[in-house]
Structure formats: structure tokens, C-alpha cells
């Protein structure tokens, strides 16, 4: 096995916010002062030239994360861009999203990230409903957020996705329907509707608001599925769905056990070279990163045999129609029979289908998917 049998991502970090939400877990920093672009555009470019020479093949997608990537300059956006497709290593048909948030929504900002190639926009809505969005600690309003998609509609993005939470603060079983019908009604190409939990070492966890019962929370749930479904959206993984053609390929890439280059602070990379996957990540805090001409990777992880099964199967099984025997040989380079007993007491307890050369959950499985990856969480 080689890299060149993998398909490769890249992935890029803007680690700001003009303000950090309550509920992220992400590496984000609140801006305190102006922006260190032009700084931190040397160091990424410098950054990325190292991990091109690092790796090999075209890279199939390109992701701009944070933080908030609009709040970014499009010549910043332009030179990632240029710099792979400069090297010929840039697929012909990749797929390059940016994530935007409405309250930094800019007409030229869109169009500028559009004319340097970027073909996809992540837009994080989170709700239509301005209660919900002030108890979110959003920047921006109901308005702002439509107006962000009619934004990146004029610019000539047609594929968007709309982020929207479910299980909010003081949020009913009808005002979750309303929200998620509303954003329906904004006709995008992709949607990631997901419940809000309190993740640790965040503000809310810190300081818990007071959510819905479970129960209300799973019927929530199970009125935005039907109403998704009833729209033509195809829910492809747990909290993913997408009109036909657009479903994410660089999420996809990552839930397949893809490679995928990273720079960027905080940024998390893995490769697989001569056989041997390699795990790491570039210094967290931006100031760190910023110290050195070009960030070399640290926290460099080699996982063995039993975290690289877990690893693989915690995203493959995210997936309702899983992964064919082959991915799993080609990108974990480990064997079908040190896979095939971990599968026999799922499979009994009726969670996991294992035929025709393919592995997925059953309906049962899918629904207890975090119960059913305890199987397989590697010894102590």
C-alpha cells in the first residue's frame, strides 16, 4: 500500500472569532485587536510548502476552517489555492469549501473567495430563530442570516451548506420543526442538523443551560429527519444530508479514512507514507504558531493495530451504507482477519451487517451507534 492508493485532503485552520460561542470546542480565539493576516499568511504559506513536499498525489479537496474563515482576506484564501494548483497537485474537479459565518457575510468578500476558486460555502445558521441565536451567543440575527446565503448566492455559489443545531435552551418540539422548515425553505444544496451537547472545557459546560428532556429531544429529532427526508434529502451520515450530487466530499474523505494534509494553528493531519499512517498536529495557540518561519509537526502520533481499527470504525460507522472491505484493507493496511472476529458480537447482538464484501449498522446499530463503537474501543 502507498499514500497514492489514499485519497488526500487538505485541510486549513484560521484559529478567530470576533467571538467565541458558548458551546464550541473548536481551537477558536477571540480577536482581541487587529488581525494578524498578513503574519500569519507567510507562516501558512510557508507551512503548506513543506507539507506539499511532504506528500504526494492531487489533492482531491480543500477545506477552510475555523474560527471564521470570512473573516479572512480573499488574497489569503487565493494563495492556498495557487500554491497547490501551482505544483500540480490540485484535482481538476476538487471540491473547495469555505466556512462563513453570517455575521461576517461581505458581497466582495464572497465574490473574491469565489473568483480565488473556492466552490463550496459552509454557513453556520445554527437557528432561524433570534431567541435561540442569543441564547447560542451568536454575533448575528435571523435576517443576517438569510441575507449571508442570499449573499453567497450572488456571488455564484451554488452549493451551500446550512449548519443548524436542534435540543436548544428553551426550544419546543414545534418551534424545532419551525426552525428546521424555515431553513429547508432556503433551498440549499446541503444541510448539517445536529444536537447541541455541552462538550468540556467550553463555557457551557462550564455553566449549564438548561436543555430540553431527552425524550422531547429525540422527538425533535425524529420530526427534522422526516421533514429532511420529505425534501429529498438523503442523510448519508449521522448528522449529514444532501440533495443528490452533493454530498461533502472532503467530510466524506475523513469518514472513509482518507489522508489529509493540515496547516494552520491547531491544525490536525493524517498521512499515510510507505504504509505507516502518521497522526499530528501544528502548535494550538496562535502566537505559538506564528513563532516560526515554517511550523513543523508536533504531537506526531503512529497509532497501533488496535487504535487504528477504533479510529476507522468511529468514522466508517458514522456512515448508513458503511464501507466495502477493500477501503478498510487499502487505508488501514491491516488485514480482513484481524477485523472479522471484533465484528462477531456486534453482529450477533443484531447492530452490525456484514455481507457481500461490506460492513454497516444496522437500523438498530445506526441508532446506538455510541454504544455499539464500545465494542470495539481498544484494551486498556
Known sequence: MTALTIPLSLYVHFPWCIQKCPYCDFNSHTLRGELPEREYRTVLLNDLQRELELSSGKIQTIFFGGGTPSLIDPDTIHGVINTVQSQNRLASTAEITLEAN?????????????????????IGIQSLNNSNLKNLGRIHSSNQGIEAIEIGRTAGFKNINLDMMFGL????????????????????????????????NT???????????????????????????????????????????YQSQHNLNYWLFGDYIAIGAGAHG??????????????????????????LRSDVRLPDLQNTIFEFLLNALRLPNGFSETVFTQRTGITLDKL???LKRPISKGLISHQNGRVKTTSTGFTYLNELLEYFLPDE
Open 102 to 122: 453570517p455575521g461576517s457575510a461581505d458581497t466582495s468578500r464572497f465574490e473574491g473567495y469565489r473568483s480565488a476558486g473556492v466552490n463550496r460555502l459552509s
Open 169 to 200: 435552551q428553551n426550544q419546543t418540539h414545534k418551534s424545532a420543526k419551525e426552525d428546521i422548515s424555515a431553513l429547508i425553505a432556503l433551498e440549499p444544496e446541503h444541510i448539517s442538523y445536529y444536537q447541541l451537547t455541552l462538550e468540556p
Open 203 to 245: 463555557a457551557f459546560h462550564n455553566a449549564p443551560p438548561k436543555l430540553p428532556y431527552d425524550d422531547d429531544i429525540v422527538d425533535m429529532q425524529d420530526a427534522g429527519l422526516a421533514l429532511l427526508a420529505e425534501h429529498q434529502f438523503e442523510r448519508y451520515e449521522v448528522s449529514a444530508f444532501a440533495k443528490k450530487g
Open 270 to 295: 493524517k498521512v499515510t507514507t510507505q504504509g505507516e499512517i502518521i497522526r499530528y498536529s501544528k502548535p494550538r495557540h496562535p502566537k505559538r504558531y506564528l513563532e516560526k518561519p515554517v511550523p
Open 340 to 342: 472479522t472476529p471484533r
